[in-house]
């Protein structure tokens, strides 16, 4: 049973270009969270998805950012227009059910985005 | 709103030293608290976690943690750490009301030195 899939592991951009980065869940997870973590810092959350649902946003951007998690395929995290500030580890985390319950999350081994 | 501090951002150790690692939080609600290790360029893995019941929890690598609940805290413990323990070490919280989202702390850097 695969782990929870992150590419790329490493992501060059130049500013004002746009990132993309992916994570397939573990298998039979249907919840997926992003956080991101700055250099010397902890995580932060980012965004809490279902299927084709954004349940919390509450740590997103208000711009330049979009997560997605569609019916078919990967979660996707979009960054617009990067900048310099942008560069960091961002980490995926997945977890089967949340009705009630505190399930673990498991984490990928994260997408590393340098602006350059 | 929750919270997480971790009083230490490194804590240097020998050998077969013990260790501890502290964690204190802050919420208007019951919490589960989680402890998760980060090794270099590597994603977290959980080590252990409180959800109710016994306030004493073991984990793996021979860690264990103590919920305090009138103290506010979840300080995480070994009594001998070996070279390969060095790594980041984050502390958590969760609710029933927020689903599976996590607060961390701004971590902990230890470092087991032969």
């Known amino acids: 049973n695969a782990g929870v899939m992150q590419n790329p592991r490493h992501l060059v951009r130049r500013r004002g270009q746009e990132a993309r980065l992916r994570c397939s869940p573990m298998?039979?997870?249907?919840?997926v969270y992003w956080y991101r973590q700055l250099p010397e810092e902890g995580l932060k959350f980012m965004v809490y998805l279902q299927k084709e649902n954004i349940i919390d946003e509450s740590g997103m951007p208000k711009e330049r950012f979009s997560a997605e998690f569609p019916k078919e395929g990967p979660s996707i995290l979009r960054i617009q227009q990067v900048v310099r500030g942008d560069s960091a580890a961002y980490f995926c985390?997945?977890?089967?059910?949340?009705?009630?319950?505190?399930?673990?999350?498991?984490f990928g081994q994260g997408t590393r985005l340098t602006v350059v | 709103a929750q919270s997480v501090t971790q009083l230490d951002s490194q804590v240097p150790v020998f050998e077969e030293a013990p260790v501890e690692l502290r964690c204190n939080y802050s919420s208007s609600v019951s919490v589960y608290l989680f402890w998760y290790v980060q090794y270099p360029n590597q994603g977290l893995q959980l080590l252990l976690k409180?959800?109710?019941?016994?306030?004493l929890v073991k984990g793996i690598n021979g860690f264990e943690a103590e919920f305090n609940k009138s103290q506010t805290s979840f300080h995480l413990r070994k009594p001998s750490v070996h070279i390969s323990d060095t790594a980041e070490y984050f502390c958590?919280?969760?609710?029933?009301?927020?689903?599976?989202?996590?607060?961390f702390g701004q971590g902990t850097e230890l470092s087991v030195k032969p």
């Open positions: 958590a919280v969760s609710s029933y009301n927020q689903g599976g989202k996590l607060i």
């Open positions: 298998k039979g997870h249907s919840h």
């Open positions: 409180y959800l109710s019941g016994s306030t």
């Open positions: 985390a997945s977890s089967p059910t949340t009705r009630g319950d505190v399930n673990e999350a498991f």
